[in-house]
Structure formats: C-alpha cells, structure tokens
C-alpha cells in the first residue's frame, strides 16, 4: 500500500521532523509513506489578496495530486471519526492520499473531487501538529486492522 500526504506548506526543518521520522518508520510495516509540502509563490501572493484567492491557489496547487488514489482531505468541517471509523478508511485500498490545506481551507470545488473529507477535531492546530496526529492515527489505524495491541 502507498499512502502519500500532500500539504500545503513551506518545506522547512521542524521540531517534529524526528517525531514524523519515528512515526512513518513505524507505518513502514504496513505501506510506503511519502510527504510532499507544496507551496508555489502563487500561494504566497494569494495570501496578500484574500482567503478566496488563497483557497483558488491552494486547489491549482493540489489539483495535479488528484489521482486513481483513494482521496482524503482534512478540513474543519469534516466529518469527525473514531480511530475505528479511521481504519474502516484504510482498508482495502492500494493508495490513499491525504491532503492538509492551507491556511484558509478548501475551495468546495476540491472538496467534492474528495472521497472522505474528514476533521481531527473541533480544535485548531498548526499543520506540523496536525501532520503528526494524521501519522500517528494511520498508524493506530492499520494496529487496529491487523489486531495489533497498539491501538488499546
């Protein structure tokens, strides 16, 4: 299985590095994990116009990763699931991308090209923390696939 996250976000060293580091060793077990961080100077000007013009850099950005994969996008009003429901999404799938927008969401058009949209809570949090929280449940998930005690 590959599963690949896609964000936008400027490709900088991080505190967490080590932390995304452990957590995609441990997925290894299980599938390949790419992380590619996209952030064009288109996105940079957009964020001098509006949110709405954002939002239209952030779907011309991610629109080339929109594949045959199984498309999951991360968005406050998302549908908020259990680490069960979770796995329900992994399994079966040969290739699964998440995506993690900017700093002004999605634009509704990119939603709908989405097979899940999903929220990891009503908090907000900056996108390293949530990189790291979206790792650590696809993890926890294929635990729970495959009977793991990690999960309990």
Known sequence: ???????????????????????IKMISRFAKVTDS???????????TISPEASQKAYTKALSGYIDQSFCITLH??????????????????MSIKFFIG???????????????????????????IAKAVLLEQVYRGFSILSNHPYHK
Do not use: C, Q, R, W
């Open 37 to 47: 961080e996209i952030f064009p100077k288109d996105v940079t000007k957009a964020h």
């Open 76 to 93: 406050p009003d998302g549908k908020i699931i259990d680490s069960f429901e979770f796995s329900k999404l992994l399994n079966d799938k």
């Open 102 to 128: 900017g700093a002004y969401g999605f634009e509704d058009d990119f939603l709908k090209k989405s097979d899940a949209i999903i929220s990891l809570g009503k908090i907000t949090m900056s996108h390293k």
């Open 1 to 23: 299985m590959k599963i690949e996250l896609v964000s936008i976000a400027k490709k900088e060293k991080s505190i967490y590095d080590p932390l995304y580091k452990e957590l």
